[in-house]
């Protein structure tokens, strides 16, 4: 029988009525005969007032705990809907992460999938129930409760459907797949039917929260086909769109593909400092360092915010260290704007014309840097969605 992994974000079960539409939908999908299984978020925005929560108690909460705490938002959820489909007369059982058999490595609040053991899943399966698993979450070899990183349920449903040998992943949320830019700050941005991994993955790496990095790095390793689609379109409708992950796209015609605002971010300058410091002290805060480089003048580096949870202890032991800080809490905050595509480099005319439009929004980049697949210019936050926009006009519009 075919097995399809279908995944629900945060917004599509964000309450009880939501979390009955989805369970109409998994019935759909088992009456035209496949074996499902459903990964799930945690409702609406249960993540984030959690981890709120935590920060009122410390302003570096130990990130073991809060994988306790963070992975119990997806447990609501998954038994919610197990539930819902046994109340319609289907067959459903929930498991956690752990009992999915979803194995991490030990780094909390960020770990990474090592290995998929999805027996009891399978044995479910042949049992022909539908199994509906939580996102975001496993367990290290030490037997410790991990999460995924933010937007770690894509994660979740892309390395079960590799495990599953799934026909196909569909990643189900508030939007119809992928735009050029981000539909919320770009009111023109263009819907892309299908797109390549590696596309899709430098967009994610820049910010786009549409999919998570991890989850499509997983994807263009084991070639999983991603169909990302919207929840409330009806099943079969023949107008709803979709956009197609996978790796053989045409090329595009135009250069640039998408265009990316990041407003999470913090910069770190080691003014005299060599990148080795710089690096370890990242490695013992356990900061993840976006991009980084060094000249004679000192290192810098890029820091995603969303991947850490106790930002405050680690930007005191930057600064304690003699490195300054930009960051949201300064009134000197960043945001990087990137633009993405193939070949940007191959004539130095795209990353002119790119610094150009910055100019004529009147930005004044704080760095740049560029490769084959994307350029990005940081800027001052308040000056990022006015350049996304510029960008996008400029390179995606007509
Ligand atoms: P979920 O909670 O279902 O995982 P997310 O909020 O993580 O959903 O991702 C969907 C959101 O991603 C959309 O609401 C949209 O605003 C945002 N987004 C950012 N960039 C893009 C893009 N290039 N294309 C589509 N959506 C984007
Ligand atoms: N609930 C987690 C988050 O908000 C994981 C996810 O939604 O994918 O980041
Ligand atoms: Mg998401």
New binding site residues.
């Given amino acids: 029988m075919s097995v399809i992994v279908q995944?629900y974000?945060?917004s599509s079960v964000a309450d009880l009525a939501r979390i009955g539409r989805v369970a109409d939908r998994v019935m759909e999908a088992r009456r035209e005969g496949h074996a499902v299984v459903v990964v799930v978020?945690?409702m609406g925005?249960?993540?984030?007032q959690l981890l709120a929560m935590a920060r009122e108690v410390s302003a570096a909460p130990p990130r073991r705990e809060l994988d306790m705490l963070?992975s119990v938002?997806?447990r609501i959820t998954m038994a919610l809907l197990a539930i819902a489909l046994q109340q319609r007369g289907a067959d459903a059982i929930s498991f956690t992460g752990s009992q999915s058999g979803i194995l991490t490595n030990d780094r909390h609040f960020d770990a990474r999938i090592v290995e998929v053991r999805p027996y009891r899943i399978e044995d479910e399966l042949a049992r022909g129930r539908v199994v509906i698993v939580a996102?975001?979450q496993g367990v290290s070899y030490r037997r410790e409760i991990t999460?995924?990183?933010?937007?770690?349920?894509?994660?979740?449903a892309v390395a079960l459907a590799a495990a599953l040998r799934a026909d196909r992943c569909e990643i189900y949320s508030d939007v119809d797949g992928v735009y050029t830019a981000d539909p919320r700050v770009v009111p023109g941005a263009r819907h892309l039917p299908a797109l390549g991994y590696a596309e899709l993955q430098e967009m994610a790496e820049s910010g786009a929260k549409v999919l998570?990095a991890e989850a499509v790095a997983f994807a263009k390793r084991e070639r999983i086909l991603i169909h990302a689609r919207r929840t409330d379109d009806a099943h079969g409708d023949p107008a709803a769109r979709e956009t197609v992950v996978r790796g053989e796209v045409p090329p595009a015609p135009e250069r640039v593909r998408a265009v990316v605002g990041d407003p999470h971010v913090a910069w770190v300058r080691a003014d005299g400092h060599a990148l080795a410091e710089l690096l370890a002290l990242a490695e013992r805060a356990s900061v993840p360092l976006r991009a980084s480089d060094w000249t004679a003048a000192g290192a810098s580096a890029w820091v995603s915010l969303?991947r850490v949870p106790d930002w405050e202890r680690a930007a005191a032991a930057f600064v304690a260290a003699g490195m300054t800080v930009v960051d949201p809490r300064s009134g000197d905050a960043v945001a990087c704007v990137s633009v993405v595509g193939d070949g940007l480099t191959e004539e130095g005319s795209l990353l002119r014309e790119v610094l150009a439009v910055a100019a004529a929004e009147g930005c004044a980049p704080r760095a740049v840097t560029s490769s084959a697949l994307r350029i990005t210019l940081a800027v001052a936050r308040a000056a990022g969605d006015g350049l996304t926009r510029a960008l996008h006009r400029r390179f995606c519009e007509g």
């Fill in positions: 995944k974000g945060g978020s945690a925005k249960t993540t984030d963070l938002g997806e996102g975001y999460t995924l990183g933010r937007g770690g349920s894509d994660t979740t998570n969303a």
